[in-house]
């Protein structure tokens, strides 16, 4: 931020978030508009063209990154996954390749994750030739991965960053299940997975112009909850408390606090109406995972063969974006990053009694690196957290909280105050 000259005093102490670099506008144009100019990103498409293709498009997403990664001294590696996937929208099976950076924090096995997917398609699924600008869809995340890895670049984690860019979204979710099948095989624990997918418009199907929310989609009950633990949660609550929803409202709290930002609408579903996205296997492995997607969605600019009928105009081009909008995205996500990278991994699990009497006690297993613990709760029929208590060690006892009437939480914080996502307290949680 440059102070202007005759600035009153009282802006000279400008805090350190409001001196982090912002998201811009113009560079995330440039990385949709470079990534539309490879025509189709198709995940069967070319991939030995030097200008056209999946190929040549993951190899330019790759060389950003390096380029990223070098400006800050090599803080960047670049990596690809890959892995043939074989089906319907693949009959002859196609070698899936994400690409991935990854920013080591002091944990190398704890992972923030945020992605988009690079791949494009038109009304064909099968279409692997035809013009598929895919700006929206997703270049947008893409884009917004690219952004967010070149201000995050500056600073220093606990936790290491993986920026990804996935294939093979449009014909079966591929990439973000290689992504998630690997995060289980390298034992990673993952804190946070931020899916960015369509992200970069604010003309609905209608007309009318949303540009002040996003829409973050998450899932309270885990799928792969147990039969023990669906028995518990019914008996102790939680169904919107479960890491995904956790983070929905992670992702919530920090948009709330940014100046210029959007608004969060948390939607309690893990993605739109009968539809999935690259968060999905994620989800089928448990692990905390959002999707972040426009307020309201232009049909006619998805999966459209580019064409003018009955003078309605079909197709996913750049025109039809707002890249203002997509930095409050990128904004959004940096901050959430930012924290929960920052923090310690949350609490693996949180247990409570106090049946019978007028105190509620709480108890959580200690999570290495953590300063303190902060004890949240509030009343059995809201649904954000109301109170909060800072602790040391790892129980309390809250005095006067009626636990039939609350629900309670724990997070953990680092020395700087970076908080973790709430661990709910109940047994269904772990
Ligand atoms: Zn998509």
């Known amino acids: 931020m440059r102070i202007p000259a005759l600035a009153p005093l009282t802006l000279?102490?400008?805090?350190?978030?409001?001196?982090?670099?912002?998201?811009?506008?113009?560079?995330?144009?440039?990385?949709?508009?470079?990534?539309?100019?490879?025509?189709?990103?198709?995940?069967?498409?070319?991939?030995?063209?030097?200008?056209?293709?999946?190929?040549?498009?993951?190899?330019?997403?790759?060389?950003?990154?390096?380029?990223?990664?070098?400006?800050c001294g090599g803080c960047i590696e670049t990596a690809n996954l890959a892995r043939t996937f074989t089906n319907d929208r693949a009959p002859n099976g196609v070698e899936v390749v994400d690409v991935l950076g990854f920013q080591p924090g002091r944990n190398a096995k704890r992972v923030v994750i945020v992605m988009g997917h690079i791949d494009s398609r038109v009304t064909d699924p099968m279409n692997a030739t035809s013009d598929a600008p895919g700006a929206n869809d997703d270049a947008s995340g893409v884009a917004l991965v690219l952004e967010a890895a070149r201000i995050l670049?500056?600073?220093?984690?606990?936790?290491?960053?993986?920026?990804?860019?996935?294939?093979?979204?449009?014909?079966?979710?591929?990439?973000?299940?290689?992504?998630?099948?690997?995060?289980?095989?390298?034992?990673?624990?993952?804190?946070a997975v931020l899916n960015n997918d369509i992200v970069g418009n604010t003309i609905g199907q209608s007309g009318a112009r949303v540009a002040d929310r996003v829409r973050v989609f998450s899932e309270g009950i885990r799928q792969v909850e147990s039969l023990d633990d669906q028995f518990a949660r019914r008996a102790e609550g939680g169904e919107d408390d479960g890491p995904s929803r956790a983070l929905a409202k992670a992702a919530d709290d920090v948009a709330g606090k940014l100046s210029g930002g959007l608004d969060v609408v948390l939607v309690r579903r893990p993605d739109r109406f009968g539809r999935g996205g690259d968060h999905t296997p994620f989800l089928k492995l448990g692990y905390p995972a959002v999707r972040f997607t426009v307020g309201v969605e232009n049909y006619d600019a998805q999966h459209q063969d580019l064409r003018t009928e009955g003078g309605r105009v079909y197709g996913d081009t750049v025109d039809r974006m707002d890249f203002g909008y997509l930095a409050k995205v990128t904004a959004i996500n940096v901050a959430t990053i930012r924290r929960l990278a920052s923090a310690p991994a949350a609490p693996a699990s949180v247990t409570i009694g106090g049946a019978l009497a007028s105190d509620t006690s709480v108890k959580w297993e200690p999570v290495p690196g953590a300063s303190r613990y902060r004890v949240h709760w509030r009343r059995a029929d809201a649904q954000d957290w109301q109170r909060h208590v800072d602790v040391t060690g790892s129980e309390t006892v809250l005095k006067d909280v009626i636990v039939d009437d609350n629900f309670v939480g724990v997070s953990a914080l680092a020395a700087g105050g970076s908080e973790s996502l709430v661990t709910f307290g109940g047994r269904a949680r772990h």
Do not use: M, N
């Not at 409001?18 to 991939?47: C, I, M, N, W, Y």
């Not at 993986?162 to 979204?169: I, N, T």
């Not at 973000?176 to 990673?188: D, P, V």
């Open 12 to 71: 000279l102490a400008i805090p350190a978030a409001h001196a982090q670099e912002q998201p811009d506008p113009a560079r995330l144009k440039a990385s949709v508009e470079k990534l539309v100019g490879f025509g189709t990103r198709h995940t069967l498409s070319v991939t030995d063209h030097p200008t056209r293709g999946i190929g040549a498009a993951r190899r330019w997403f790759a060389t950003e990154l390096s380029r990223i990664g070098e400006a």
């Open 153 to 191: 670049s500056k600073e220093k984690f606990d936790a290491t960053i993986v920026y990804a860019a996935l294939s093979g979204e449009e014909q079966g979710l591929f990439g973000g299940q290689l992504l998630a099948e690997t995060a289980k095989e390298r034992g990673w624990t993952v804190s």
